[in-house]
């Protein structure tokens, strides 16, 4: 392999892995990150997205359609969920983990009862690309274009728009932001959904690329909840570097030793930078700029 196709492969697996952790992080950065909210669910809000993504697309609906509604389907079951359960827990963080536990543990097993071990999944999209000899996967990289997408995007939703700055206001002084007018009770609901939904479309973007079953959502939730607690208390200033760093090491592990040295580097690059910055890479960034 020639040097610059041993480049190309690296920042292929670089980009593949940094779409992989970005995806997976999102909705957690906001349930998470923002409303402080320990979603144990989040892997099967991915795996909701999934199933109404192929559902979807067995049904003859487009593709991109078909992951936007899983993404919506998504983001309703969320709200359903805020409504119901997380809205009496908010001064009962502890009580969230279990309550959160148990719905993943309800979705599990309901989606095993009622659609089976598996489902049948639907073909990459865009075919493959030849460079040096190797084949590389054209749906890789508009992962990677959707991931950069999708942060461009929160960040502007959050500090450009009117729901962004009462959404911040609420999760961050709620009594004021009631007294002020902003119904709390809604903007909480909206954003648990938004959370949830950003869930289920990395769900839907992921589908054409596993097998589908039940337990899907492990593959997710491990990298989601590192790549949110490396990021720190500023979810859209430490998400995007956070992710950068875990990828690198993720992809470099994994292209020497293989994927399980990829999962282990992972978790102690994580370790590692909980040490030396307990408040996160955003805690770092924040500092130098006062």
Request: proline share 3%.
């Amino acid at each position: 392999m020639d040097v610059g196709t041993l480049a190309f492969s690296a920042l292929y697996q670089f980009g593949d892995a940094f779409a992989f952790l970005v995806l997976s992080a999102c909705g957690l950065a906001v349930i998470f990150g923002m409303m402080g909210v320990i979603n144990l669910a989040h892997g099967e809000f991915i795996m909701c997205g999934a199933y109404v993504t192929v559902s979807a697309a067995h049904a003859g609906v487009p593709l991109p359609l078909a992951i936007l509604l899983g993404a919506v389907v998504s983001g309703l079951v969320g709200a359903v969920v805020e409504i119901v359960v997380i809205r009496h827990l908010y001064d009962r963080p502890l009580d969230t983990i279990v309550a959160t536990w148990g719905l993943s543990l309800i979705g599990t097993q309901g989606t095993l009862i009622l659609l089976g071990s598996t489902m049948a999944g639907v073909g990459t999209p865009f075919g493959s690309f030849p460079v040096g000899g190797y084949s590389y996967s054209v749906y890789r990289l508009v992962l990677f274009a959707m991931a950069v997408a999708v942060l461009g995007g929160l960040y502007a939703l959050f500090n450009w728009t009117r729901f962004g700055v009462m959404a911040r206001a609420t999760i961050q002084v709620p009594h004021m932001a009631a007294a002020l007018g902003v119904d709390t009770r809604l903007v909480y609901s909206l954003t648990f959904a938004l959370g949830a939904g950003l869930a289920g479309l990395a769900g839907g973007l992921y589908a054409p690329t596993m097998t589908l079953v039940p337990t899907m959502g492990t593959t997710f939730i491990m990298e989601a909840f590192v790549t949110v607690v490396v990021g720190g208390a500023d979810v859209f200033l430490g998400t995007a570097p956070a992710a950068a760093l875990l990828a690198v090491v993720k992809a470099t592990m994994t292209s020497w030793y293989g994927q399980l040295f990829g999962q282990i580097g992972l978790l102690v690059a994580v370790i590692i930078v909980i040490r030396v910055l307990p408040r996160g890479i955003s805690g770092l960034l924040l500092r130098e700029r006062a």
